[in-house]
């Protein structure tokens, strides 16, 4: 049966092309996808390991059976819809999320909004640029908002930006509207962290010496820093 294998981030640098279509055994698993896909592109191997596949748009375990015409995806571990949830290059603004989710109904506003910072770890930052399986990003990140709506009571909107951004600009931001505070915050900080987990968006640093790298497979990061929500409106 014929497959097609899509690479992302670090995993296409390795294997040297963005998607390709091979032949595997009728009830072949995304196992061996990965594996196969390790023996056409030997630099796959050293990250094997790291990467989490995906079948048609789902994250799925190595055991998962394969079809006829089935996409597997080699998704190195994330950095990381339209409307109220949007992934893409579009500039950031906002204030037009902030206006999509609040209400007389809602108290509360809380906002995140994350910034390119000048330097990373000592060293210039000149740029970054982000990339993302899109078609499952944004399944994931409607999916995440939904479950969070319902779970914290709030409304959600979400922006991720997509491409070359310079020191300064935001690249991703979250606001929750809630009836109270506790909720809204609550909802925003598990935002945060489950897109940074579950979201396919990745991020290359450029530094200013002319080197780059992606920067989930730097050997050694920053401690981790709980993000605080920006602003709180209301009671």
Known sequence: MRVTLLYFAAARERAGTSSEAIDLPEGATAAAALAAACERHPPLA??????????????????????????????????????????????????????????????????????????HAGRPVARLTYSAYRPMAERRLGALAEELEERHGVRLAVVHRLGTLLPGEASVAIFAASPHREAAFAATRECLERLKREVPVWKREHYADGSARWREDEPLREPAKPAEPAVSIGP
């Open 46 to 119: 050293a990250v094997a390991t790291k990467l989490r596949l995906a079948v048609d748009q789902e994250f799925a375990g190595p055991s998962r059976k394969l079809r006829e015409g089935s996409e597997v995806a080699l998704i190195p571990p994330v950095s990381g819809g339209a409307g109220l949830r949007r992934i893409g290059p579009e500039p950031l603004v906002p204030e037009r999320p902030v206006e999509q989710v609040t209400g007389p109904d809602c108290g509360a506003v809380v906002s995140f909004v994350g910034t390119v910072r000048e330097a």
